[in-house]
Structures are given as structure tokens and as C-alpha cells.
């Protein structure tokens, strides 16, 4: 007998709040946005659902955050924590399947298929609900987070199912009804097409999932060019692309060591910016991106410090990673005395929406 394939999209809600809200009960039900403060330069990393009800959204400018919430309560991000948090969560996940493709710091694919071993096709999905449950449990036993969690027979469907009703959700889509469940949804429920893309589509007359779904090739080619194939199976919920279980390094990073130990600053920027282009250029070169970044300094005296930080939203841009390591240099304070060697790493590589990240947009799908 064949089993159905069958993948759950898991993803945690509101992680980076959800995780202050736990540690800190008196912040439980109040709006709060964890990322700059208000009054400086700077973006909202995560907001919780009570801030969001504010209209305040992931990566918003702080300034914008503040004026709809003058009260939000406004956290430090707490990069190791959020790191620690998301490998307990994945080796939480890792439990019922080795086929784990962690998307994200709080997002993952898994495939249950020989867990659950449902009929092929998907009909009516019983064993896949209790696995959901129980796992959405566990989580929230050990964590104390709740997660939300798509389950479908491919990648797309199962995320747009652990969008559908968060917080706290579980929702299913059985093979004979995908089609059905997608048509109402707005084209944005689609995941990498964000607002640039939804304009354009709409500029078409494209609102809805169904809308695309009933195109004609040509139509949807004259709106989206290339991707109007892709985009066309997407809106049917047709999805071949294979979960990943490995990247190919776990790391990139390069170093320099200096022909004389230096406390120039100039020399220190200028080697830091070839570093950092250097990364940025093999990540961008394997389609990758980088959650998690660190720095490495050893001094004349041969003592080697390194500091890592977790970003809120993964980079693979050589501005976006010079700004972060610039910054854990200095809130580390690392740039003291003379310097022999200075690396810059990457790690928690992620390889992002892979075709699906879109056209006109540029910014990692969440
Ligand atoms: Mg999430």
C-alpha cells in the first residue's frame, strides 16, 4: 500500500515577543515589540499579537511602531536566547522525524509521512491531526510557546495552512480540497508575495488566489512574466519542491591576519568590509542566508575572542551584515589594542524560499 505524503509546515507565533511574554508575566497580554527603541533609528523585529492589533508589523521602522503604540512596551532583542529557544524547539521536532528542514530560527518543515502513514491521497487526515496536537503540546509543555501548524501534502500547501489561523492554530488542507481552500484567500496569503508583488498583481485585476487559479497563461504572463508558471501551480496548490535537509556547510566565514599587528582604524574598517564582502558574496553565490552572525579577534598577545549575534531576519547582503558585526564590535567592545587577526563568520544557514521568492520583492519571506 502507497502512504500519502504528508508534511507539516511548524511555526512558532510571534516568537521573539512570545518568548519576553514567558519571561516576563507582567508583559503577558500587553503589546509588546521586541527591536529598536521608539526614539532611534532601527526596525520592529517581532510585535506581539496584542501590539499588532496597533497595526505595528514586523520590520517597521521603531519611530512608526512608537506613534501607533505610544505605550507598547519596546524590548532589546536577546539574540542568544532566541538561538538557544529555537535549537530546543527544533531538537523538539527532531524527536518524531529526522526529516527536519528548518526554514528560519522558528520555522521548520517536517515530513510525517511514515509517522502518520495516511491513505494516498490525503483524504481525511486523522493520525496527522493527533501528531499536530500532540507535538503543538509538547511545545507548549517544555516552552511554554505556542506554535501554529499547516499540514498538507507539499511545501507550499502546509505553509500557507500554519499561516491560516495563528496564533495557536492548526490547520489541515486534504488533497481534494486544495484548490477550494486557496480560492478565497488573498493573493498576499501566497508566501513570497509580499506588497510590491500584490500591487502589481491587483494592477491585473489578480485579488484573490481563485483569480489565478482561472487565468489564462497569458494573462498572468502579462502581469508576472517568468514566474507565471510557477505562480500558476502555486495558486492550484501544486508544490514538487523537496524538503532539505542539509546545507551544504554549516558555516561560511572568512579571516584575515595582518602582515603587522594593528590598531588603525582605517585598516580595521577596510579589512572588515573586505571580510564581510566576502561572506555576503559566497552566501549570495550558494542562495543562502544567515541567521546567525560572529566575529573574531585575536590580539597581539594571541588571546582570540569571538561574539556571535542571532539576527531577527536573516541577511545575506554585504550592508546588512557590516552593520551587524559593526555593531557587535562595538557593543562588545572588542576593538581595543593591537589586532592580529579578525574573521567574520555565518552561521544557521538557511537556503529561502529557493523559486519562490518573488519578483519584484526583496526581503525574506517570513
Ligand atoms: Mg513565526
Known amino acids: 500500500m502507497k502512504f500519502a505524503r504528508v508534511l507539516f509546515h511548524v511555526d512558532m507565533d510571534a516568537f521573539f515577543a512570545a518568548i519576553e511574554q514567558r519571561d516576563r508575566p507582567e508583559w503577558r497580554g500587553k503589546p509588546v515589540i521586541v527591536g529598536a527603541p521608539p526614539n532611534r533609528r532601527g526596525v520592529v523585529a517581532t510585535a506581539s499579537y496584542e501590539a499588532r492589533r496597533f497595526g505595528i508589523k514586523s520590520a517597521m521602522p521603531s519611530v512608526t511602531a512608537g506613534r501607533l503604540c505610544p505605550h507598547g512596551i519596546f524590548v532589546q532583542p536577546r539574540g542568544g536566547?532566541?538561538?538557544?529557544?529555537?535549537?530546543?524547539?527544533?531538537a523538539i521536532l527532531a524527536d518524531y522525524t529526522p526529516l527536519v528542514e528548518q526554514v528560519s530560527v522558528d520555522e521548520a518543515y517536517l515530513d510525517v509521512s511514515a509517522c502518520v502513514r495516511e491513505p494516498d491521497p490525503l483524504i481525511a487526515i486523522p493520525a496527522s491531526r493527533r501528531l499536530a496536537l500532540e507535538l503543538k503540546q509538547r511545545i507548549f509543555r517544555e516552552r511554554g510557546l505556542t506554535a501554529s501548524i499547516g499540514v498538507a501534502s507539499n511545501k507550499f500547501l502546509s505553509k500557507v495552512g500554519s499561516d491560516f489561523q495563528k496564533p495557536d492554530g492548526l490547520t489541515l488542507i486534504p488533497?481534494?480540497?486544495?484548490?477550494?481552500?486557496?480560492?478565497?484567500?488573498?493573493?498576499?496569503?501566497?508566501?513570497?508575495?509580499?506588497?510590491?508583488?500584490?500591487?502589481?498583481?491587483?494592477?491585473?485585476?489578480?485579488?484573490?488566489?481563485?483569480?489565478?487559479?482561472?487565468?489564462?497563461?497569458?494573462?498572468?504572463?502579462?502581469?508576472?512574466?517568468?514566474?507565471?508558471?510557477?505562480?500558476?501551480?502555486?495558486?492550484?496548490?501544486?508544490?514538487?519542491?523537496?524538503?532539505?535537509?542539509?546545507?551544504?556547510?554549516?558555516?561560511?566565514?572568512?579571516?584575515?591576519?595582518?602582515?603587522?599587528?594593528?590598531?588603525?582604524?582605517?585598516?580595521?574598517?577596510?579589512?572588515?568590509?573586505?571580510?564581510?564582502?566576502?561572506?555576503?558574496?559566497?552566501?549570495?553565490?550558494?542562495?543562502?542566508?544567515?541567521?546567525?552572525?560572529?566575529?573574531?579577534?585575536?590580539?597581539?598577545?594571541?588571546?582570540?575572542?569571538?561574539?556571535?549575534?542571532?539576527?531577527?531576519?536573516?541577511v545575506c547582503g554585504a550592508a546588512e551584515i557590516y552593520r551587524a558585526i559593526r555593531h557587535l564590535l562595538k557593543k562588545e567592545k572588542l576593538l581595543v589594542g593591537r589586532i592580529r587577526l579578525l574573521g567574520v563568520g555565518s552561521s544557521n544557514l538557511n537556503a529561502p524560499s529557493g523559486q519562490l521568492r518573488f519578483f519584484l520583492e526583496n526581503q525574506p519571506v517570513k
Open 81 to 90: 536566547v532566541y538561538g538557544e529557544e529555537s535549537r530546543r524547539i527544533m
Open 175 to 314: 488533497e481534494q480540497e486544495k484548490r477550494a481552500f486557496l480560492r478565497p484567500l488573498p493573493v498576499r496569503a501566497i508566501p513570497g508575495v509580499g506588497p510590491v508583488s500584490a500591487a502589481r498583481l491587483l494592477e491585473f485585476s489578480f485579488q484573490t488566489i481563485g483569480d489565478i487559479q482561472d487565468s489564462t497563461p497569458e494573462r498572468l504572463r502579462a502581469a508576472v512574466g517568468s514566474y507565471a508558471e510557477a505562480l500558476h501551480a502555486l495558486s492550484c496548490g501544486n508544490d514538487d519542491r523537496e524538503l532539505s535537509f542539509e546545507t551544504e556547510r554549516k558555516s561560511i566565514s572568512s579571516e584575515h591576519t595582518f602582515d603587522v599587528d594593528t590598531r588603525d582604524p582605517q585598516l580595521i574598517r577596510a579589512t572588515l568590509l573586505e571580510l564581510v564582502a566576502d561572506v555576503a558574496e559566497t552566501l549570495q553565490r550558494k542562495n543562502l542566508t544567515a541567521s546567525t552572525l560572529q566575529v573574531k579577534v585575536r590580539y597581539s598577545d594571541f588571546t582570540t575572542l569571538t561574539r556571535q549575534t542571532t539576527l531577527p531576519d536573516p
